[in-house]
C-alpha cells in the first residue's frame, strides 16, 4: 500500500495496514500504518511519518526533544534509551530510542519507540522537509516489527538535503 508524502509515495511493508490518521485524533500525520495480529500485550505496533515543512539546520534535535516532552505529558516512565545524530557530512539526521510504560487494560506494557528524523529535500520544491519516521511496538515484539522498520526508512527514495552552510 502506498501514500503520498510530500510529492513521495510512502509504500507501508506488507502486513501492515494503512489507518486514515484523523479517524484516531492524529491529523497532522502524513502516514498511520498498523501490524495487526502482532502482539500478546494488547499493544499494536504501529509506524508513522509527520513532515516538517520549511527546517533549518539543528531543528532535528528540537524534533527529538519535543517528542520526548509530548510522550512524558501523557505516559509513564519515559527514557531515551539511545539519541545520536545520523548522516554524513552535511546531511542532518537523528536517531533516537525511547522506552516508555504505557496502560492497557489496567495491565503495564513496555514499549519501545524508534524515531530517525531525516532531513530531505523535497522532489518538486527543493525546499527542506524533516521526516518524522516512528515506530513503536511493546517491547517483546520489537525484534519482529524493526525488519519492517528499517525497510520502511531505506525506501523513502528521496536523496539527503545539503542544508545551506
Given at each position: 500500500m502506498t501514500r503520498d508524502g510530500a510529492?513521495?509515495?510512502?509504500v507501508v511493508p506488507p502486513g501492515w495496514e494503512l489507518v486514515q490518521p484523523a479517524a484516531v485524533g492524529a491529523p497532522g500525520l502524513a502516514l498511520l500504518a498498523v501490524r495487526e495480529g502482532v502482539t500478546t500485550s494488547g499493544f499494536t505496533p504501529t509506524i508513522s511519518v509527520a513532515l516538517h515543512d520549511g527546517v533549518v539546520?539543528?531543528?532535528v534535535a528540537v524534533i527529538g526533544s519535543e517528542t520526548?516532552?509530548?510522550?512524558?505529558?501523557?505516559?509513564?516512565?519515559?527514557?531515551?534509551?539511545r539519541r545520536e545524530a545520523i548522516g554524513s557530512g552535511r546531511i542532518e539526521g537523528l536517531a533516537q530510542e525511547l522506552r516508555l510504560t504505557t496502560w492497557i487494560d489496567g495491565r503495564p506494557v513496555e514499549v519501545a519507540q524508534l524515531l530517525v528524523v531525516l532531513v530531505l529535500a523535497g522532489p518538486e520544491t527543493g525546499r527542506l522537509v524533516a521526516w518524522a519516521v516512528t515506530a513503536s511496538a511493546a517491547v517483546q515484539d520489537l525484534d519482529e516489527v524493526l525488519p519492517d522498520v528499517e525497510a520502511f526508512v531505506a525506501g523513502l527514495g528521496v536523496r539527503p538535503a545539503l542544508p545551506a552552510d
Open positions: 510529492g513521495v509515495p510512502l539546520a539543528g531543528e520526548v516532552r509530548r510522550l512524558d505529558a501523557r505516559e509513564h516512565d519515559v527514557r531515551i534509551r
